[in-house]
């Protein structure tokens, strides 16, 4: 059983790029959740993914973007970046309905912004 | 707003005893609970889960709806205990998890 995986593992833009983040799921899952977790906080809730469809989103503008695809692999997209984007980007999947609500994370990809 | 709340930052212990990491949330329906836990270079895993009631490395989470507490327990540290713990709980849909801002244990040897 492969687990999540995220790419890139680090990377670093500047201000007003845009930046995308991969992610591929859990076999087996066919939601995914996007999360932001700056320096000593924990993650926050960006949006979720299920059977292609944003199914949820958090407190995040609109130039957060996202893409489920049909093997349920997922995209985060950033737009405009300001510094404060700075961040672990987490990408979770889960079964989805049925699921225990058990998250299953990747590493990660960190994103720093200049 | 679905809120989780820990209050300690950092909390440290010596090996061999008892740890509590508290953690309050939001009253908003009714929420599933979790501890999830990130040791040292590994990636952020479920912990345990209330609905569950078990057991995970010797920890135990008591849901206490009248103060819409969530605390997690173990009776005697370990040094392999030091991680980072998240508390969380399910929001407006069954698989979106909100998390706190986390305690840092540390175990003393």
């Known amino acids: 059983e492969t687990g999540v995986t995220q790419s890139p593992t680090h990377l670093i833009k500047t201000r007003g790029q845009q930046v995308t983040l991969r992610c591929s799921s859990q076999s087996g899952h066919n939601t995914v959740s996007w999360y932001q977790q700056a320096l000593g906080q924990g993650p926050q809730f960006i949006f979720q993914?299920?059977?292609?469809?944003?199914?949820g989103r958090g407190n995040f503008p609109p130039r957060f973007s996202g893409l489920q695809f049909p093997n349920y692999s997922s995209e985060l997209n950033v737009n405009a970046l300001e510094l404060d984007d700075s961040a672990l980007y987490l990408c979770a999947s889960s079964p989805g309905w049925g699921g225990t609500g058990e998250l299953f994370f990747g590493e990660g990809s960190r994103l720093t912004v200049l | 707003a679905q809120r989780v709340t820990q209050p300690e930052k950092l909390l440290s212990v010596f090996k061999g005893a008892p740890v509590e990491l508290k953690c309050n949330y939001s009253?908003?329906?009714?929420?599933?609970l979790f501890w999830y836990v990130q040791y040292s270079r590994q990636r952020l895993q479920l912990l345990l889960r209330?609905?569950s009631r078990e057991s995970i490395k010797g920890f135990t989470a008591d849901l206490n709806k009248g103060e819409t507490s969530f605390h997690l327990k173990k009776p005697f540290a370990q040094e392999e205990d030091s991680a980072m713990y998240y508390c969380?709980?399910?929001?407006?849909?069954?698989?979106?998890?909100?998390f706190g801002p986390g305690t840092s244990l540390s175990v003393i040897p």
């Open positions: 009253y908003s329906g009714s929420p599933e």
């Open positions: 209330h609905i």
């Open positions: 993914y299920y059977r292609e469809e944003e199914n």
């Open positions: 969380a709980r399910t929001g407006t849909s069954y698989d979106k998890v909100i």
